[in-house]
């Protein structure tokens, strides 16, 4: 019996700040947070403790979805939990929201705070919040390969000493350090070990101290880190101090005394407090000495981000991934592979018959076998036109991800983007767009302001082809380079005045912009493959249905007859563009897949039925055309019923409007192509 | 005419008090008394008044303000006499002239808070008196070369506005550098982080979020198209308003190798 009190006593730990840390016991499954910066490594070390991988990124707001994943170290089973870069326990972005109140919410068991070794000094100040909290923390110097090469050692135990918890050396892609820090948790857990206090200097450390007494309940933090924050006015804190407080009022009037006290606002004190704090600490636990490697990686770097080089670079990559990579090979050589000899060689002919025989309904056969069979088209492009090009894509983009250049793309074409009223951030989902538009219109999500959410989903939705559509244009172009200068004439040119416009027309505040610069990495194959599969896989998860479901609503509108009639509205306008009546029903395909659309006018070509004027007027258009199925149901998911809506229709008549115009200038001019 | 700094330019007033250095007591005295007289430089009490006045009025917008004052004080007769001023039923109300005076004032009191905390690194003790007895004590056409010294701060140790003066319209250079503005910097040069402009919090809070903070080593790398500097072992890229928030304290061997 003494024994089972002595057990049970010892799992009941009695945290430092009066709070009880609730420690692993056989039934509960402790919960393990990892915290820290963006680009430090969090998601690998993820997986390393679980074995399920998440999506690797340099960019803002990729985890935002919070990734949980079960991890086995020793005997016991742990819930992981990734959470979405942070920098401060202050949030500034919404990731940060996410982040604090996972920690705050969830009382991890442990918190393992990963920080670039290399940047201890920048990244200790975190540390030192998140051990004012009380939870139970251990520090993670990741990457430490990198800081060795600049000569940087630690002395690990002397950290331990002054930070009072555990600290460990890791490099999470190899793996190295990984297993000392397994057993690590697994001792930290057993113990409650408080953390050294610092203690600020002295008005700073009695404001807390005073503000402390007069918080009355318990949060998932210690009451002096609730102190801390609702003297730095928090909003969300200071909501839900005001609920669970019986009494508020003293706290108000404390916070406006306080700020009286000191010449700068409290959070910039309490900044400069802890970075002092943090400078002292990491003097005394590092030592320099000699560099070891050359810096040809910081000079490709600088001829990156410089205009004069940086521009042709870009011009490089986009010749040899986009148009090299993504149009010749995944659009040219793969797709004929797989559509010619396998589909329409083999494929097709065999299922055809299947079908034929299996059911000998004509209305059946037309839907899964006819002309827009689900099988014999849906399946067929989805396979061997789509598959083929969004894997290059993904591929290609995922490469440069990895390697950091996206960033230093970001800075080069900040100023730019301001004249169309977004920052730099915003070059990762119009890159993305010329991937998946649907896919980018997600990624918008991850845009500071409204307004420059507005204006990317405008953009994306108007002048930016996706890869599928972008494949099938190429081809259309093929011996005519002069219609397709023409073509990327316009739709830049499209692009930019319409980009213009929205920024002067939609109200909101002027974005700015501020961005870290990673170190430039050679991509690891092991990380492009897994971002590229799980690229593919959510595109085929979500957006694959979607065209089955085109080709059946399809079918239904060819054996209504709504087909034919709305073909015939849409002919009108067609005639008006100066393009033949056929034209009309890859339009109306445009709608539901973009490729669809053009891949119609591919067949026409083909046939001779349309002269090199025709081609660029019809390319226009159907690049400015709306945005497809998917992406229409997008844009109302992420923008609302309203802006989605209106978008659109404001895209379909701009696309026609161009499309006239070009039509127009084009028979003035005479030109011919 | 040679003043404190090298590449100064200084008025060729002769009764400039740069020169006071040079003087015994009894002249400094006289020298003083002759600026005030020259100048109609007002009593120090009347320009507190003014001072109060100007941040109630202009920067709190209020109308008026009821001072308690007595129409029998000098300073406040004094006040009345220059137009500054206008008192009725006991509420004080600016004119026009008052307004300029009380916005300059503010101005040099706001900038000696600066040169205090900023190149004399007064921290711990810093009370709002020693900001005051030092601004008495900036004469006109001084506060400009202050201020340019300073790199034309926009806020003041509290996070309040400085006035802008003529220097910060023409931008001057000619004083030498001890503490200006990140976008100022030359490619290559470095500093200590001196502060972050705070006026605007959701920008304070981004720059600390980066890691921008007083105290830490800064380099910079590159300018255009944007600014791309270097903070211990990481970089970062910002546009030009963020720049234009972080202030940075040249390292004295910094200008140009």
Known sequence: MRLAIKVWEKFQGE????????LLTEEKRGKIAIVGSPNVGKSVLFHRLTGTYVTVSNYPGTTVEVSRGKGTIGEEIFEVIDTPGMY?????????????SILLEESPDIILHVVDAKNLERMLPLTLQLLETGLSLVLILNIIDEAERLGMQFDLSLLEKRLGIPVVA???????????????????????????????????ENLLKEFEAKIQGDYGFSRRSLAAMLLQEDSEISRLAREKERDYGPITSAVEGAKGQFPHPISYELALERQRIASRVVHEGTRFGPKAQGNWVEWLSRRMISPWTGIPILLLILYYGIYWFVGDFGAGVLVDFLEGTIFEGNINPWVTKLINSLFPWKILQELLVGEYGALTLGVRYAVALILPIVTTFFLAFSILEDTGYLPRLSLLIDRIFKAIGLTGRAVIPMVLGLG?????????????????????????????PCSAQLGVILALFEGNPLGLWIWLGVIISVFLFVGFLS??????????????????????GSNVLIKTYSRVHWYFREIFPLFILASVFIWLGQISGLFDIVVRGLEYPIRLLGLPDKAAVSFLFGFFRRDYGAAGFYDMKKMGLLSGHQLVVAAVTLTLFVPCVAQFLMNIKERGMRTGVGLSLFVLL???????????????????? | MRGLFPNQRVSDDSLSPLRIRDSPRARVDQTFKSMEEREMKLPERAEEILETLWMGIVEDQKNSLSLG???????VAELLEGGYIQVADG???LEEKGREEGERIIRRHRLAERLLVDVLDVKRGFTPEMGCKFEHLLHEGIDENVCTLLGHPKICPHGKLIPPGRCCQKSAREVARVVCPLKDLDVKDGGTIAYLATNDEGRLHKLMALGALPGLRVTMIQKFPSYVFQVGHSQFAVDQEMAGGIYVRLEKDSNHF
Do not use: W
Request: aromatic letters at 6%; a negative charge.
């Open chain 2, 69 to 75: 004052l007595s129409e029998r004080e000098d300073a």
């Open chain 1, 654 to 673: 701009f696309s026609f409007g161009t499309g006239y115009l070009i039509h127009l200038v084009l028979n003035t001019l005479g030109v011919r192509l």
């Open chain 2, 91 to 93: 509420d004080v109300f």
């Open chain 1, 88 to 100: 401060s326990l202050l949030p500034v972005t919404e990731e940060e929201r996410v982040a604090r």
């Open chain 1, 503 to 524: 920024s002067k027309v939609i109200p909101g505040e002027r974005p700015s912009f501020y961005m870290e610069i990673p170190p430039l990495r050679l991509p690891k």
């Open chain 1, 15 to 22: 945290g430092c700040h009066g709070q009880s840390h609730s």
């Open chain 1, 436 to 464: 998946c538009d649907t896919m980018a219109t997600m990624v918008t999500r991850t845009l500071p302001t409204r307004r420059e959410r507005i204006i990317a989903t405008l953009l994306l939705a108007l002048a930016i």
């Open chain 1, 170 to 204: 890791t490099i999470s892609t190899t793996g190295q350090g990984i297993d000392t820090l397994k057993e690590v948790i697994l001792e930290r857990l057993k113990e409650s070990y408080c953390a050294n206090l610092f203690p600020y200097e002295e008005p700073m």
